[in-house]
């Protein structure tokens, strides 16, 4: 799990993978509260609606490609990297984790009774 805060500066940061077009779009959150808290209610949002494992993953990970798209028109940070469609599932699986609910602890697994002999007589 990563040790990240709230203002998106992760500790392990060496434990991330992320291209330089997720990286751009991470660090572009970190200086835009406004966009940082949009992001946070989405991935909220998809992963309380969450179907099947994975899929919550690749549906946000069209709509930041879709973002990136978008925000690529206006802010010069981005400007030109949504010329050539680009991986950002590595980046929506981070955010999973970054700003989804924790995971449910597992619970220790219950002994079983063992069934008694029948002792027949």
Known sequence: MFNCN??????????????????????????????????????????????????????????????????SAHVPALRGMAVNRISLLNLAEHLIRLWGPAPKPKQAAVPRARPRPHIHS
């Open 6 to 71: 709230a203002a998106l500066t992760c500790k392990n940061s060496r434990l991330m993978s992320l291209n330089r077009y997720e990286t751009a779009l991470f660090s572009y959150w970190e200086k835009n509260p406004d966009e940082r808290r949009h992001w946070q209610g989405k991935v909220t949002d998809a992963t309380r609606a969450a179907s099947q494992p994975g899929e919550t993953a690749r549906a946000l990970e069209r709509d930041l490609w879709a973002h990136l798209v978008e925000r």
